[in-house]
């Protein structure tokens, strides 16, 4: 930048009296850093202190194998959906699933909205799928084969299975939901290969 183009009021040398990088960072409470912890979830972490603790509670739990799915909706004709690691079978009289996405999820804000939810349990040869359904693409399903399942949600093609969920409940819990899901109907796949996720990396069960 030239003296030209400086705006009025600050000189030349005005950079040589402003504050240290690490006394501004101090003042501000510190780096601000990104952690991936789940497929899609990124959570900011501010502080030295924040970061390290982070870091363990990922690793540690990142030490625990799960399946990977993709929930989908449809609202105003428009099919939604996310890839989401944090599922589980609940009960099984009644037939209860649940899963846990974050609260800034606007996926979730659409299944709040509908009430209703499908579980695409994901097959060990759709890594893709899971990607494009973690990332922020305005189509997520370009290129995916899907039809409707009794309630009207997306119920996609090569999964190992799905579950078609009406929303029972939803709770708070910290920066996600815990949401609860009444099972309306459920299948299996046309493959028994899964796609797992262990230590932040994609898995297969061979």
């Known amino acids: 930048m030239t003296d030209a ?17 690490e006394l501004i960072d101090s003042y501000l409470g510190g780096h601000h850093e990104l952690f991936s912890w789940r497929p899609g979830e990124v959570v900011e972490i501010d502080g030295e202190a924040a970061q390290a603790a982070a870091r363990q509670y990922r690793d540690v739990l990142g030490q625990y194998a799960s399946g990977v799915t993709v929930i989908t909706t449809v609202q105003g004709g428009t099919p939604i959906g996310m890839t989401c690691q944090s599922f ?4 099984l009289d009644p037939p209860l699933v649940a899963f846990l996405p974050q609260k800034s999820s606007r996926a979730f804000a659409a299944i709040r909205q509908t009430r209703k939810f499908c579980v695409n349990i994901l ?6 799928i899971s990607n494009a359904f973690a990332s922020r693409a305005e189509d997520k399903f370009a290129g995916v ?19 078609d969920c009406t929303v029972q409940d939803v709770h708070e819990a910290g920066d996600h939901y815990l949401v609860i899901g009444k099972v309306e109907g459920l ?6 290969k899964p796609l797992l996720f262990h230590q932040g990396r994609y898995r297969t069960a061979e």
């Open 88 to 91: 589980t079978s609940v009960s």
């Open 187 to 192: 299948g299996e796949g046309n493959t028994d």
């Open 123 to 128: 097959a060990a040869d759709q890594t893709e």
């Open 5 to 21: 183009e400086l705006p009025d009021g600050i000189s030349s040398d005005a950079a040589k009296q402003w504050p240290s990088r």
């Open 145 to 163: 084969e899907w039809d409707l399942t009794a309630t009207g949600t997306p119920r996609l093609e090569g999964t190992v299975g799905w579950v």
